[in-house]
Structures are given as C-alpha cells and as structure tokens.
C-alpha cells in the first residue's frame, strides 16, 4: 500500500526524533565522545531507507544547527556544526546516502546492512577525523588517533547492531504495512 506524503514526512520526522533521542546516550572520551548518534542514524537508515533516512538524518542536522538541543549532551547551534567535532555531524549526510544506496543495490538482509552500517561508519569516520585534523589543527596522527582509532571497534559493534536490529523492526512494519516493501 502507497502512503501518502503527510505520512513518509511522519516517518522521517520520527527518524530525526529517535537520532536525537539515542545522541543523548554518551560515554565520554577526551576528544570525541562515544554516542549514539551513529546506531540511530544506521538504524533509522536500515529501517526507513534511502530517501526517507536521509531526509531524517537532515532533518536532525537543520535541527542541531538552527539551536535545538538535539546534538550529544543536549547541545545544538551552527557553533557545534562548525567546530571540532561538526564533521562528523556533517558526515552523517553522506554516511546516510552511502548506506541507503548500498542497501537499494544489495538489498536489505542483515549481511548487506551490516556491510552498508560499517561502510557508513568509515565515511563519517573519515569526514570527522578530517574536519578535526583541520579545526583542532592536529597533525593526520593525532587527529586519527584521537578522532578514529578509539571509535572503530565500537563502530564496528554499532553497525552491526543497527543493521540486525534495523532489518527486524523494518520486517516487522513491512509486515504491518506501516512502510513499504522492498523488492
């Protein structure tokens, strides 16, 4: 069943919502914390899909940028968008459009989300520790060292988790109709 505009900008709203609420899980590290930002976005990526989870993770980005307490540690405002760690905010973006266009080509199994998270945490991986290597003035060394190296096994164990988690609930609102079916 088609559902209506009204209802696919719902989800995607919802979206920006549940990366806004899992962003406030944080384990603290001296440069970058550990958040929940890259489960959430994985997750509703896997779940709604290319166009709707992007449009989610954009709406979460506009969100923290016009001041809205969405980023980690209830912050927000184009001052944590442009600073030390906005590259990974801004890396969301194409992370998002990477993982959803894997997972149209590949399809949306656990194996194909798996690899589409873990693909996903690379590039924000690397837009972060590039925008942090500049905004901090670090040298490449220091800045994968500290914006990188500490984040990819753990990123590694989100992707995975978003991709099981995010193939199970999208299944279960295929089967609902709450969204659409993929092929």
Do not use: C
């Not at 549940?18 to 899980?25: D, M, N």
């Not at 968008?81 to 959803?100: C, E």
Request: aromatic share 8%; net charge positive.
């Amino acid at each position: 069943m088609k559902k209506g505009n009204t209802y696919q900008y719902l989800l995607a709203a919802i979206g920006a919502a549940i990366i806004a609420i899992l962003a406030q899980v944080t384990i603290p590290l001296p440069l970058v914390p550990i958040t929940g930002q890259t489960l959430a976005i994985g997750l509703i990526v896997t779940i709604l899909g290319t166009r709707l989870g992007t449009l989610s993770v954009l709406l979460y980005i506009l969100l923290g940028a016009v001041g809205m307490p969405v980023f980690s540690g209830m912050s927000g405002g184009l001052g944590v968008v442009v600073g030390p760690t906005g590259g990974y905010i801004v890396g969301f973006l194409p992370s998002a459009i990477i993982m959803g266009l894997y997972m149209k080509k590949f399809g949306i199994t656990i194996p194909h989300a798996i690899v589409a998270n873990i693909i996903g945490m690379i590039v924000t991986l690397a837009l972060g520790t590039a925008w942090l290597k500049i905004a901090a003035d670090l040298t490449w060394t220091a800045a994968f060292m500290g914006g990188a190296a500490p984040f990819i096994i753990v990123g590694i164990l989100k992707a995975v988790l978003a991709a099981y988690l995010g193939v199970v609930v999208r299944r279960r609102l295929e089967t609902a109709h709450l969204i659409e079916v993929t092929a």
